[in-house]
């Protein structure tokens, strides 16, 4: 179980560090996690997938606009098992 | 590759006004081209802002930073056009046409520092955290604004002397030397940011505004000099306005790219987008 969690969040991290650093990448997805869900990254399983995208949404809105945003949160939606 | 470009351009750019600058140091084509480089520069600063604009939505935050940007160089350009007309020229205009060509000056500094200021604040809403904490986020901004009153108070304080005396044209150098001081602290979040980012594909568009806003210290810097320091004639504050608006430019075009190439690969089968960001993205 624990492998299968950590590894939703190694994904995530991994489609978004090309854009704004490995660094700030997990610090998102451990701050969206930790107040959004409860949970720590390792702890994140599949079905907190969605949740994990929407409370990544603003931040990302922030940096790139609305729609890119968008394509790049629907973009690891897809991706992401 | 091409980001790279971008970030060599405008120092090419300054090199080859360096080298004609110099070649006409003395002769009367100097002013004429001096001139029409600054109008150049202003050019390719607008056509940067609103590229980056074209790259966001209407309501999108920095949608609307790089617009204020973009309309604080055209009011800039607008006035130093407006100086073509005779009577707008500077030294033998009257009072109304001064007022009119500082309300300009004024205008865009307000504009481009707005449009700074909401650059500055994006690290905020991105929650990106800024290397060395709080404290060296403070450091940064010390040192920044140290630097920036250090370039920009003694001649502000005298176009404030001049205005008190009634020189209506100096109120410009007053709220500029103001600006420039506000807007030069705010390089301290952006230039956290750039490096904050520095590993992603983002870091460009901020790394190349942080390079125009220090360049705007240079200038400011340069226009400051005591007489004698560089050949006399030679247009160096000039050399750093058009390194600003040049850098201006890369960022914006800088800012278009990335988001285009986060939507191409986005739209790519898995790892397809990925695989290109690493190939293209430095």
Same mark, same amino acid.
């Given at each position: 179980?624990?492998?299968?969690?950590?590894?939703?969040?190694?994904?995530?991290?991994?489609?978004?560090?090309?854009?704004?650093?490995?660094?700030?990448?997990?610090?998102?997805?451990?701050?969206?996690?930790?107040?959004?869900?409860?949970?720590?990254?390792?702890?994140?399983?599949?079905?907190?997938?969605?949740?994990?995208?929407?409370?990544?949404?603003?931040?990302?809105?922030?940096?790139?606009?609305?729609?890119?945003?968008?394509?790049?949160?629907?973009?690891?939606?897809?991706?992401?098992? | 590759?091409?980001?790279?470009?971008?970030?060599?351009?405008?120092?090419?750019?300054?090199?080859?006004?360096?080298?004609?600058?110099?070649?006409?140091?003395?002769?009367?084509?100097?002013?004429?081209?001096?001139?029409?480089?600054?109008?150049?520069?202003?050019?390719?600063?607008?056509?940067?802002?609103?590229?980056?604009?074209?790259?966001?939505?209407?309501?999108?935050?920095?949608?609307?930073?790089?617009?204020?940007?973009?309309?604080?160089?055209?009011?800039?350009?607008?006035?130093?056009?407006?100086?073509?007309?005779?009577?707008?020229?500077?030294?033998?205009?009257?009072?109304?046409?001064?007022?009119?060509?500082?309300?300009?000056?004024?205008?865009?500094?307000?504009?481009?520092?707005?449009?700074?200021?909401?650059?500055?604040?994006?690290?905020?809403?991105?929650?990106?955290?800024?290397?060395?904490?709080?404290?060296?986020? &403070? !450091?940064?901004?010390? *040192?920044?604004?140290?630097?920036?009153? %250090?370039?920009?108070? @003694? +001649?502000?304080?005298?176009? #404030?002397?001049?205005?008190?005396?009634?020189?209506?044209?100096?109120?410009?150098?007053?709220?500029?030397?103001?600006?420039?001081?506000?807007?030069?602290?705010?390089?301290?979040?952006?230039?956290?940011?750039?490096?904050?980012?520095?590993?992603?594909?983002?870091?460009?568009?901020?790394?190349?505004?942080?390079?125009?806003?220090?360049?705007?210290?240079?200038?400011?810097?340069?226009?400051?000099?005591?007489?004698?320091?560089?050949?006399?004639?030679?247009?160096?504050?000039?050399?750093?306005?058009?390194?600003?608006?040049?850098?201006?430019?890369?960022?914006? &075009? !800088?800012?278009?790219? *990335?988001?285009?190439?986060?939507?191409? %690969?986005?739209?790519? @089968? +898995?790892?397809?987008?990925? #695989?290109?960001?690493?190939?293209?993205?430095?």
């Amino acid at each position: 179980m624990t492998s299968f969690s950590s590894s939703i969040s190694e994904q995530v991290a991994a489609r978004l560090a090309p854009y704004i650093g490995g660094f700030n990448a997990q610090m998102w997805i451990k701050s969206v996690a930790r107040r959004d869900l409860n949970v720590s990254p390792e702890e994140l399983s599949p079905a907190q997938l969605a949740p994990l995208v929407d409370g990544l949404r603003p931040f990302l809105q922030a940096l790139m606009g609305r729609a890119t945003a968008d394509d790049l949160l629907q973009q690891i939606s897809r991706e992401v098992r | 590759m091409r980001f790279r470009w971008l970030a060599l351009f405008p120092l090419l750019f300054a090199a080859a006004f360096c080298a004609v600058a110099w070649w006409l140091l003395g002769s009367e084509a100097l002013a004429p081209f001096n001139y029409w480089q600054r109008i150049l520069v202003r050019v390719l600063g607008i056509a940067g802002a609103f590229a980056a604009v074209s790259g966001f939505d209407r309501g999108d935050h920095l949608r609307r930073a790089w617009l204020w940007l973009g309309a604080g160089t055209v009011v800039i350009l607008a006035r130093d056009l407006l100086r073509l007309i005779p009577a707008f020229e500077p030294g033998t205009s009257g009072p109304a046409a001064q007022m009119l060509v500082s309300g300009l000056g004024i205008l865009s500094n307000l504009a481009l520092l707005t449009g700074i200021w909401m650059l500055s604040r994006s690290w905020k809403m991105a929650a990106i955290s800024l290397p060395g904490g709080r404290s060296g986020a &403070l !450091a940064v901004a010390v *040192v920044t604004a140290v630097l920036a009153v %250090a370039v920009t108070a @003694p +001649a502000g304080l005298e176009s #404030a002397r001049a205005f008190a005396a009634g020189d209506v044209g100096s109120l410009i150098y007053v709220v500029s030397a103001v600006v420039d001081v506000i807007t030069l602290c705010l390089v301290a979040p952006l230039l956290l940011t750039a490096v904050s980012l520095r590993s992603g594909l983002f870091v460009w568009p901020w790394a190349l505004i942080t390079a125009s806003q220090l360049s705007w210290l240079l200038y400011d810097a340069a226009a400051a000099l005591q007489p004698g320091l560089v050949p006399a004639g030679f247009p160096l504050p000039d050399v750093f306005r058009g390194l600003a608006e040049n850098y201006l430019c890369a960022a914006g &075009l !800088a800012q278009l790219l *990335v988001v285009r190439q986060v939507r191409r %690969a986005s739209v790519r @089968p +898995a790892s397809g987008g990925l #695989a290109e960001i690493q190939t293209h993205g430095s």
